[in-house]
């Protein structure tokens, strides 16, 4: 485990990505992303280029939130959102906990026989990395598609039932990864709290040793363009590396 004092992540233990939505158009005739919901993890998104919109799914109702460059729209865990790219978007996203949503913290809308459990749900969503590229489009399409059939059920249901029902879904597929997801948190947005504790401690005896230690870093993407839920991801080590 990282110790407080150790912590050199990314601000506040956060995780980065950079992503060019989907121009992928759907049945309903709207490019972009696979609807999905995170169960433990704030989401931003920093608008730097193009044009769109984020679809919003809460016991609250439906909203559309218009999304262009200099944006700053974010949501907590429960939001169903399903990204749309009307004009070549981009975005720099932030996630709250670090490298946990690449842990599992996503559970895309798919029609509820899919979400029965882990193994049906992972045979339907999972993209496999030593596929050839065309394979790998294939799959995220489908697995797209498949989402939005269960996302416009949720959409069209009349009363709280269907979204409750696909949360008790969720919770179960997700319940198994727990002591491994809890792990990740301590490594990461944990440690960075604590950091910030120790710190103003320190600076509360008049201890300024800390910043004897300060270091700076730099990254570039781990990888370019994967297949992500929503777009082709530019992704960083540090998500992983530091929780």
Not at 2 to 27: I, K, N, Q, T
Not at 113 to 141: M, V
Not at 162 to 178: D, G, M, S
Request: aromatic residues 6%; proline residues 8%; glycine residues 12%.
């Amino acid at each position: 485990m990282v110790s407080p004092a150790e912590f050199a992540g990314p601000p506040g233990g956060v995780g980065l990505s950079r992503l060019s939505v989907y121009d992928w158009p759907a049945a309903d005739g709207v490019c972009g992303g696979t609807p999905h919901m995170h169960l433990a993890c704030s989401e931003a998104y920093v608008v730097t280029g193009g044009r769109g919109a984020v679809q919003t799914l809460t016991v609250s109702g439906y909203a559309v939130t218009p999304l262009t460059p200099g944006t700053v729209a974010w949501f907590t865990p429960g939001t169903i959102h399903r990204l749309v790219n009307e004009d070549d978007l981009r975005i720099t996203v932030l996630m709250q906990n670090g490298g946990l949503p690449e842990a599992g913290d996503a559970v895309l809308t798919l029609p509820p026989p899919y979400l029965a459990d882990p193994g049906t749900y992972a045979a339907a969503t999972t993209i496999p990395a030593d596929a050839p590229e065309a394979e790998r489009e294939r799959i995220a399409r489908a697995r797209r598609d498949l989402a939005l059939t269960g996302y416009r059920a949720l959409r069209d249901a009349e009363g709280p039932e269907a979204l409750a029902a696909f949360h008790r879904a969720a919770c179960a597929l997700v319940r198994p990864r727990i002591a491994e997801w809890r792990e990740r948190w301590r490594r990461g947005a944990e440690a960075a709290a604590k950091a910030t504790g120790e710190q103003l401690d320190r600076l509360e005896r008049g201890d300024p040793s800390h910043l004897g230690g300060a270091v700076v870093r730099s990254e570039q993407p781990l990888e370019s363009g994967r297949f992500g839920m929503c777009g082709r991801l530019d992704v960083y080590g540090f998500r992983e590396a530091h929780g």
